[in-house]
């Protein structure tokens, strides 16, 4: 049975590769999209990809996981450092949650180096370029023991 992952991402990543490149890289989120696909092909396993700028609709997604997810890729993006809603939601899952952070969020302004998802996610990428989406799938395949 093919593994399934929900791909999750938050407020103005619909803008990736479209503007600060020296910050985010010039990859659209249809790139990244289209590689989280490729990869989860690879390694066995199913991609629910999406965005949102509306943090209820993220809730609604790690919701949806629930019924049918093997694991989690979070990018909450600004939500990351605000959301408690999102927090409880994960922790309503009972799968790996891997969170992920294109920048390094440890090198830029202070408000950014608090995560409230921190607390849930069984790892976190930060600062590898949109690439953090195709490690975590890997470590994902791993918690999760996918067929490949
Ligand atoms: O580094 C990351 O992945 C972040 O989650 C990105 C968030 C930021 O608030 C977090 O602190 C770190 C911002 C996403 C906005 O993405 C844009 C991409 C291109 C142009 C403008 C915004």
Redesign the pocket.
Known sequence: MTRLIYVLN????N??????PE??GHETLADVERDCRALAGELGLGVRFHQSNREYEIIDWVHAAREDAAGIVI????F??TSVAILDALNAFDGPVIE????N?HK?EAF?HHSFVSGRADGVI?GFGTQGYLLALRRLAHLVGAAA
Do not use: C, F
């Open positions: 938050g407020p103005n990543l803008l990736l590769g479209k503007r600060q910050i985010y990018n909450p993006a600004a990351t450092h992920v952070h294109i920048s969020v830029r950014r930060a």
